[in-house]
């Protein structure tokens, strides 16, 4: 069986003994899935649901996913086999410990002079905020189903996500809009200065409905790679929910110089977790971990066109199912294993 890319640098690392990174193939990030409402996930056990657009933003660049429960315990072992890490939006959540870790073992592998990349969409940009300075992040903001410039600042310009951007792209997010906004809570340019955010850079601002303005681009400071961005790139290209009366279910953009922009981020943090050089320890075991074949659900629309819905108390079930099994194979191998070494005598 020939190998995949990504098994061939993990071989030759293993051989040759010094850090590699995956210059061909497909790095594979995980994402957190969300406690949602059962009654809009169509159950009445609960569930968590990860958005499909999403998944599509980091597949169009090239990238592979994991999804990962946000109340997951297991995440030692998987932290150490992906390449990075996509916090996605949603409702008003505090980062959940497993986030925490994923920002620790990020900071971690950075000190170490390796990487492991870190991206945040509203929600996720918010937790990257709060995981360090709770307070600085308010629900002031008045930014919902809106599309605003991004006014990008001075750094900008020498920042690792926008050194190298097309013009076309820049232009886009000062001129064009193409930046969608849905959210209450932000984080005021000026919380930046505090001591708890000093590893947070702000590169771009943006301004609420109601003239306030608000952090809307920001990475890591001195390498360290995080990055965040306030708005919904990914709702540009992979969302087209139409309400009812024939109308657009968000006023995301869905032209040219929305998915060039789109196109750009998805491309640019794809390529950061290139440089990443951890990986599963089997093909078979990414295979079961990846999202193919997951179960999705269109409940969610019109404002997600499709999502990967997880229904707890039903993988619960299932859980303790295979618990059982497990435990019924342990005692008939522990049985066997018993006869064996102690037969049965012959009746004489």
Known sequence: ?????????????????????????????GMFSLPADPQSCGSSSSCEALPASYVRFIESAGGEVVPVR?????????????NGFLFTGGQDLDPPPAALRVLEHSRRMFEADQTFPVWGTCLGFEWLVAAMSPKS????????NVNLPVHLLPDAATSRLFA??????????????????SHHRGVSPAEFLRPELKDLKVLGTSFDEDGQEFASVI??????PWFGVQFHPEKNAFEHGLLPDGQPATAAKHGPDAIATTQFFANFFVQQARLSSQSFKSEAEEASRLIYGHQTSRVFQPYFDEARVHYIL?????????????????????VLRDQSLFPRQRPT
């Open 164 to 181: 190298q951007a097309p013009t076309r792209v820049l232009k886009a997010l000062e001129f064009q809009n193409v930046a969608f906004n």
């Open 137 to 144: 992040l308010t629900p002031t903001f008045r930014a919902e």
């Open 70 to 82: 946000s109340t997951t315990s297991d995440m030692a072992e998987l932290l150490h086999s992906l």
């Open 1 to 29: 069986m020939s190998l995949r890319p990504r098994w061939s640098a993990h071989l030759a690392l293993c051989v040759l003994g010094f850090a590699s990174h995956i210059d061909e193939g497909s790095p594979i990030i």
């Open 314 to 334: 039903q993988m619960l079930r299932i859980c303790e199912a295979s618990q059982r099994v497990r435990d019924s194979e342990r005692h008939a191998a522990a």
């Open 219 to 224: 990475e890591g400071a001195a390498g360290l």
